[in-house]
């Protein structure tokens, strides 16, 4: 059967489509195709290829893509072949410098592997290379708890939230890609995702906002992949922009925050519909325990309904559980919401009618806007009093609300909760009061609505400072007395009661961390205390948990006089036999018997050893000691040997998977640090072709031909030890990072100035990506 072939790429510039189509011209000349042929063959103009383009790829064995200039259109083809189950090839041309957004920084193409051509010589050369076999393999299990799958902004806009919302209101369980949370989104992922879903959610943001066009190409592909599967889609644009033309008669366009009500109800329509079908599992050939293995999400809000077969009970957790932690800290992804979710769900089903467990996310750029509305006019005293104020209102108005929402039904059949309940209800229930949607729009309705009032009666006055009165005439719309009163009464006839906080320190502007920020936390934790005292007095018992990224927390007690009081738990993770129980308790899960060991079950899925080296060993040193991080990179190592049809990973897909996740992981760590150090992270790639191991001379000159003033690059190398970018190394004993000194900033410095002949070596995670080869 002769083989056919569709080539997709963008119609600028022009020289790089005649390059192209010179290349096309031969190969059909030389090579014997029956026909390889382009967008334009088909005399579309290069709008955005619908019907009749889905036909040709769908007729075609294989689609190449020129990924030269990342393109909507070409994203979607690349996603609609995939989820077609066609072998696709990328190509880039390299004669042409890279325009914005970079290939690194959308994640997706590097992910699947693209080669590089200059002439069209060079180009139909890569042809003879390329072949039908072997496609991408495409997931047949599909996710019956958690159905829907959504790609979520970098921005949580209003409009963003409504979206979440309107998700959460249909009351779909549903995966998420968060930028916030991963940076770069894995085709491995996005393919994985998609072929469990039901129905996929593509919301496309203004091209005005930004992060647009970063956004805009994951929405293209992940919409592409649905519609190749056949999966129930909604792409939903925020305004007119910026869908092509010719796909809007499958785009639906929300012009006002309202319209996505119904956008979204139609769309839970059809995921419901899609539940009633028989579903006919996506043709693969036998599958091989490798294929088949799930190891779950790194990311715990994308295995809530699943993280209970295998989750490692720490003592972190236990401590959390038993109400001796206030405040749970750790790095991003050491599994603070893990310990979430966990400590939820178990609360809750202990005793499901009595227990009132409040899972509360608020959104960060809401919270931002508070406080800049108030940093502008109010003296530091008057605002922190002001936002402990604000949150312990916020918190009886979330108590009051789950409560009614928990007896709706059962105080009409019990006495004892009858009249404390309607005594509640209209305590509650206040006019002008916003209280429908989640908790997120409840909370965005409470600031708009205290920013009005503020603004109608302090406008253009400054340095405002507010007695008890004035902030309560500011604040409250309902009277909290009473509220807090009828709550505490209601509460007896309850069980436990507890309030479970956490992302309250994501979502902050990339400008870093401020001190106002630091006094929202602060607010917060007040007013936490503040509910535990009133309601105790009571004798009404309160837990309350927040959750904090350990940078942050750092922050937080330098600024606390009493840095003491809060009890905490650390989530870091120091021991790496604990991350190997952790991967053995997700691969068990896949229908093996408990009691195997790691050394049993690892070498069903890998190669016992790389170059010499045990091989989960040797993943686990280039974890940064990160369960997201470690799973993330054995599953990247999966997606190649998967791909490649091995029967279990082998050397050359540690390679491949490695040389991915040291792209991904740049990118983490640099946004990390950007978030408490504006700026700062851009310093990791001072380090590109550096040499692995530098004496402090060394660093500090290569810091300083990257423009870091004397003065701010001891604080600088602190950073890049502090996220275990660099490790210090005494002769030839081994190296040592942060987590070697049990994340300990004070015995890392004692160790440095003991032993003032230490190297800086940086972490063999980052080689790849930083192409560092070279021994010093």
């Known amino acids: 059967m002769s083989k056919t072939a569709f080539f997709a790429y963008t119609a600028t510039p022009g020289a790089l489509g005649e390059t192209i189509e010179r290349a096309l011209n031969q190969a059909r000349t030389l090579n014997g195709f029956a026909q390889i042929f382009s967008w334009k063959a088909l005399d579309i103009a290069g709008h955005f290829i619908s019907l009749e383009i889905e036909k040709q790829l769908e007729e075609a064995s294989y689609l190449v893509a020129d990924i030269t200039f990342l393109n909507f259109n070409v994203t979607y083809e690349i996603g609609f072949a995939i989820g077609k189950g066609k072998r696709i090839f990328l190509v880039r041309n390299r004669s042409f410098q890279e325009m914005p957004p970079s290939i690194r920084e959308v994640g997706i193409f590097d992910t699947l592997g693209y080669s590089e051509y200059a002439n069209a010589e060079e180009l139909r050369q890569l042809f003879s290379s390329f072949s039908a076999d072997v496609p991408i393999e495409l997931s047949a299990t599909l996710n019956k708890k958690a159905p829907v799958y959504v790609l979520e902004a970098k921005h949580k806009t209003d409009w963003m939230s409504r979206v979440i919302s309107r998700v959460k209101k249909a009351r779909y369980i549903f995966r998420n890609f968060d930028p916030n949370e991963s940076p770069r989104l894995s085709a491995y992922d996005a393919i994985n995702h998609v072929g469990q879903s039901y129905g996929v959610l593509v919301p496309l943001i203004s091209t005005a906002q930004d992060g647009s066009i970063v956004h805009n190409l994951r929405g293209a592909f992940i919409a592409g992949l649905a519609a190749g599967m056949g999966k129930a889609r909604c792409i939903l644009q925020q305004g007119d922009g910026p869908v092509p033309v010719d796909l809007r008669d499958v785009a639906e366009t929300a012009q006002r925050v309202e319209d996505v009500n119904e956008i979204v109800a139609e769309f839970a329509s059809r995921v419901a519909e899609a539940f009633q079908e028989d579903h006919v599992p996506l043709h693969t050939p036998k599958a091989t325990f490798l294929q088949t293995m799930d190891l779950g999400s790194s990311s715990a809000e994308n295995e809530m309904r699943t993280l209970g077969k295998y989750y490692l009970i720490t003592d972190a957790f236990l401590k959390s559980i038993r109400g001796e932690a206030h405040l749970v800290v750790g790095r991003k992804g050491s599994g603070k919401s893990a310990v979430f979710l966990q400590l939820r769900d178990r609360e809750r089903s202990r005793n499901p009618s009595q227990n009132i467990v409040l899972d509360l996310k608020p959104e960060g750029y809401k919270l931002v806007k508070f406080k800049e509305m108030m940093l502008r006019f109010m003296r530091e005293g008057t605002l922190q009093h002001t936002i402990t104020a604000f949150w312990n209102y916020v918190l009886l108005l979330e108590i009051c609300y789950k409560v009614l929402e928990k007896d709706e039904k059962r105080h009409l059949n019990d006495h004892d909760l009858f009249d404390s309940y309607k005594k509640l209800e209209d305590l509650y229930h206040v006019r002008m009061y916003f209280s429908e949607g989640d908790f997120s729009e409840r909370i965005g309705a409470l600031i708009e609505k205290i920013q009005a009032k503020f603004h109608e009666k302090y406008d253009g006055?400054?340095?405002?400072?507010?007695?008890?009165?004035?902030?309560?005439?500011?604040?409250?719309?309902?009277?909290?007395?009473?509220?807090?009163?009828?709550?505490?009464?209601?509460?007896?006839?309850?069980?436990?009661?507890?309030?479970?906080?956490?992302?309250?320190?994501?979502?902050?502007?990339?400008?870093?961390?401020e001190h106002a920020d630091l006094m929202i936390i602060r607010g917060l934790i007040d007013a936490c205390r503040k509910i535990e005292r009133e309601f105790s007095r009571q004798d009404v018992a309160v837990s309350t948990v927040v959750f904090l990224r350990n940078d942050v927390f750092e922050l937080l007690v330098q600024e606390t006089s009493d840095r003491g009081k809060e009890g905490n738990v650390m989530l870091d993770w120091t021991d790496q036999d604990l991350l190997r129980e952790l991967v053995r308790l997700r691969i068990v899960a896949n229908g093996m018997n408990d009691f195997l060991s790691i050394e049993a079950v690892w070498p069903m899925i890998c190669v016992s050893h790389y170059k010499g080296e045990d091989s989960l060993q040797?993943?686990?040193?280039?974890?940064?000691?990160?369960?997201?991080?470690?799973?993330?990179?054995?599953?990247?190592?999966?997606?190649?040997?998967?791909?490649?049809?091995?029967?279990?990973?082998?050397?050359?897909?540690?390679?491949?998977?490695?040389?991915?996740?040291?792209?991904?992981?740049?990118?983490?760590?640099?946004?990390?640090?950007?978030?408490?150090?504006?700026?700062?992270?851009?310093?990791?790639?001072?380090?590109?072709?550096?040499?692995?191991?530098?004496?402090?001379?060394?660093?500090?000159?290569?810091?300083?031909?990257?423009?870091?003033?004397?003065?701010?690059?001891?604080?600088?190398?602190?950073?890049?030890?502090?996220?275990?970018?660099?490790?210090?190394?005494?002769?030839?004993?081994?190296?040592?990072?942060?987590?070697?000194?049990?994340?300990?900033?004070?015995?890392?410095?004692?160790?440095?100035?003991?032993?003032?002949?230490?190297?800086?070596?940086?972490?063999?995670?980052?080689?790849?990506?930083?192409?560092?080869?070279?021994?010093?």
């Open 461 to 513: 006055e400054h340095d405002v400072e507010l007695d008890s009165a004035q902030v309560t005439e500011l604040l409250y719309q309902h009277d909290v007395k009473r509220l807090e009163v009828e709550l505490t009464k209601y509460m007896k006839y309850k069980g436990a009661l507890w309030l479970l906080f956490d992302n309250v320190d994501k979502g902050w502007p990339t400008t870093g961390l």
């Open 618 to 776: 040797y993943l686990i040193d280039r974890s940064l000691m990160r369960p997201r991080f470690l799973l993330n990179l054995i599953n990247q190592c999966k997606a190649s040997a998967v791909n490649h049809r091995h029967a279990k990973i082998d050397e050359s897909d540690i390679e491949k998977g490695l040389k991915t996740f040291s792209v991904d992981i740049l990118a983490d760590v640099e946004y990390e640090i950007n978030d408490v150090s504006p700026g700062s992270g851009e310093v990791l790639y001072a380090f590109i072709d550096s040499p692995s191991i530098m004496d402090s001379k060394c660093v500090v000159e290569l810091l300083e031909r990257f423009g870091i003033s004397s003065s701010n690059i001891a604080g600088v190398i602190d950073l890049l030890l502090w996220y275990g970018f660099l490790g210090v190394q005494v002769d030839t004993e081994e190296v040592r990072y942060i987590y070697d000194f049990s994340y300990s900033t004070r015995m890392l410095t004692g160790f440095l100035k003991a032993k003032p002949s230490a190297a800086y070596v940086v972490n063999p995670a980052f080689y790849q990506a930083l192409t560092i080869t070279r021994k010093p």
